[in-house]
């Protein structure tokens, strides 16, 4: 539209808003013209490269490490054992606030006894890799195997070994909760239904495994550790707890991360042993872990017991539930988060998105002889979903009613949010039962039936699954005080600095590793600034140039990241205001921002360009308004308060085939309904949505560590260990709704974990439902690997017979 004075004027030509718009993300180029930067790819002058001798055996004293062979091994430069440690260094301590607690520290390098096949026992750093490997064959460990805590059952046995010596039984915590009139509840039911469920261990598999650089500068005494990490700020906390440096003297620098999904946000023996030995030799050294390592030593996740009873009326309220929960966390607490993260998430999820008013439960952290356990995309969630997911399907077939009609009974229905859970969280908006609504439309669910029936007829096994959950997102400061977790992880932190040119680098406390964050910050910023997403550049993971933050997780960085970026933004964007209308002679009131212009609104001649403005802030201080500084830069933290977290929701659908003679499962169709409140980016959203069904589909039918009575992990390698290939996967339909949090900035709810929940519980469904005409077997077990199918089947000929 063109003024009077045959000016343009701005507010009609300015930009569509980018906040909600499909835009292609910024990043992809340099991934995929191999151009980014991992820990792998870093070379330093006079770099080492480090490997590290493990224990093979999962309990055991340490008699001895003998290094003599070792240290004179060609091209060796520098050995470190637990020993060199002692009275230098501590290992990893991460205690829970809660009074029952039970404390571990996990050494760099263990000292007097290993607690896991794969501890770390001496680091080794040569001139390359395969001089260090070849050293490491040669330190001689004496040791003198213990009995070993194979399982939870050998664990919580009477006469169970004590994995900690000063603990009185095996367990890190035990938790108790009691909500409503539970006895009340189970005398008065019609019916009850009792299930023992079990989900096998199991965790990521990035295509970038772990490792690091680490690089003392003696002369300044500054210690920078290049690592793969979601956590870079954190990292650098307990780093400097281990080994004693300051933290202004310890710098971290997470580059291009491939792939994290929970596993990477950890704190790791191994980056305080390489730290430690750069610090020895005065040079830098590299450690790449290598395949094997990662499964025998990484992070494993996934392992729960649950027991369950549940209560119904005859029209299909589930009106109580019971539950035991029990978590296999390994043999170390884990840093930040402590064995507690699972048992307590678990715990409090598991009534999910139903209106379920009594409810006990008992949860236990397991002490075992297995890889440490930590957090993986979804965070127990998974396990609770799949358990109360088993539970509606268990009562609609006991009643004779149908899946669908089981939860649409039992579901918080619109009128009822925010709703207060009976284990006290405050679901602040869903769209639990529309969502389950659209699925069934969008995801064909009729048509599903029809095919269905027709293969039934050929005598071909289909089934049906669905399922449905609440994901907890971008819990801040209230809910991880309940925890009782050491680190309260309750806001993340942006800067946003407009440059002399105009343009701009936002700097967080959040890190990217595939989330897409450089885009989706940018869109955020770049709307409050009236720029181009272009003109926006968006850093992260180097703690010398970050605002202290916690890091990606627990799907919290475009709520946390995302609002503490606008709000910084925001404050850049009223100082340009005020500085443009000191300039056009205008009340600030009457400005706005758009298209790379100041300008007054309804008078197209009145602009002044946004650069022109970040020139004259920085070099033609005159021209500011009085008592404005020269610095066009803001900070700004985000805790979304009250902090509970804001609730995402999601529903599933798929179809698969059986072979009942082999056990196999054939995924057929798969459609999600998803509502994260406000997107930022809807293709983001859909890629997350993607990557976390994939995860979970490979957690549902294939991924399992499995372990032998000695704690010796039997699937080292992807022979043994199953990964969902391009072929396993069919098309994922997506499909979205928006229900905007009334607790958060723009609305905005987290989901990057969303699409692992499901998958587990709506394949168990589906299966159980394909199996039908055979009888009732009911899958109580995940992943539904081929052998297990096999006994589902038999279950359910036998129950028929």
Known sequence: MVGRRGKVDPAETAQPKLLGARVKRKEDPRFLMGRARYVDDIELPRMLHAAFVRSPVAHAEVVSVDIGAAVTSPGVRGILTGADLEGTARGIICDSTMDTWQSTEFPALATDRVRFAGQTVAVVAADDRYR???????????????????????????????????????????????????????????????????????????????????????????????????IPHLVRTGLADAIGLPENRIRVIAPDVGGGFGIKGHL??????????????????????????????????????????????????????????????????VYPWTSTMDTGMALGILPGPYRIRNYECHAYSVATNKCPHGPYRGVARPAAAFSIERVMDAVAAELGMDRVEIRKRNLVQPDQFPYESVTGLLYDSGSFTESLDKLLVDGGHAEMVQVQKEAREEGRYLGIGIACYTEQSAHATSEFVKRGVPIIFGYDTSTVRMDPSGQV??????????????????????????????????????????????????????????????????????????FAAHVLEASPEDLELGGGQAFVKGVPGQTVAVRDLARWAYHRPEKLPPGMTPVLEAVSSYD??????????????????????????????????????????????????????????????????????????????????????????????????????????????????????????????????????????????????????????????????
């Open 132 to 230: 260090a490997e070849d050293a490491c064959e040669l330190v001689d460990v004496e040791y003198s195997e213990l009995p070993v805590v194979s399982s939870i059952p050998v664990a919580i046995g009477e006469d169970a070994p004590r994995l900690h010596e000063s603990w009185t039984d095996n367990l890190y915590i035990k938790r108790h909760f009691v909500g409503g009139e539970v006895d009340k509840a189970f005398a008065e039911a019609d019916g009850m239904v009792s299930l023992s469920l079990v989900n096998n261990r199991h965790s990521a598999i990035p295509l970038e495994t772990r490792g690091c650089i680490a690089d003392y500068d003696t002369g300044q005494g500054v210690l920078t550790l290049y690592t793969s990490t979601q």
């Open 268 to 333: 790791f023996p191994e980056e305080i042993a390489i730290s430690l030995l750069s610090m020895q030799v005065g040079r830098p050294v590299k450690w790449i872990e290598d395949r094997v390592e990662h499964m025998l030593a990484c992070i494993h996740a996934r392992e729960h017991h649950h027991e369950i009873e549940a209560a119904y009326t005859a029209d299909g309220e589930v009106t109580a539930l019971r539950a035991t929960v029990h978590v296999d966390c390994g043999a170390y607490s």
């Open 505 to 578: 680098v936002v700097q967080l406390s959040t890190h990217s590793h595939g989330q897409g964050h450089e885009t989706t910050f940018a869109q955020i910023v770049a709307d409050q600034l009236g720029l181009s997403l272009d003109d926006i550049r968006v850093q992260f993971g180097d703690t010398a140039q970050t605002p202290y933050g916690h890091g990606t997780f627990a799907s919290r960085s475009a709520v946390l990241g995302g609002g503490a970026s606008k709000l910084a933004a925001v404050q850049v964007r009223d100082k340009l205001i005020e």
């Open 640 to 801: 979304a308060e009250p902090g509970g977290g804001t609730f995402a929701n999601a529903a599933h659908l798929c179809l698969v085939e059986v072979d009942p003679e082999t056990g196999a499962v054939k995924l057929l169709r798969y459609h999600v309904v998803e509502d994260c409140g406000r997107m930022i980016n809807p293709l983001v959203v859909d890629g997350q949505v993607h990557g976390g069904v994939a995860q979970g589909i490979g957690g549902a039918l294939m991924e399992e560590f499995v372990y032998d009575e000695q704690c010796q992990l039997q699937s080292t390698t992807f022979l043994d260990y199953l990964l969902p290939g391009a072929t396993d996967i069919p098309h994922i339909g997506v499909s979205h709704l928006e229900t905007l949090s009334p607790f958060t900035i723009e609305g905005i709810k987290g989901m990057g974990e969303g699409g692992s929940i499901a998958p587990g519980p709506a394949l168990a469904s589906a299966v159980d439902d394909a199996l039908r005409p055979l009888g009732r077997p009911f899958v109580d077990e995940l992943p539904l690997t081929p052998a297990r199918v096999r006994r589902f089947v038999e279950r359910a000929r036998g129950e028929r017979a």
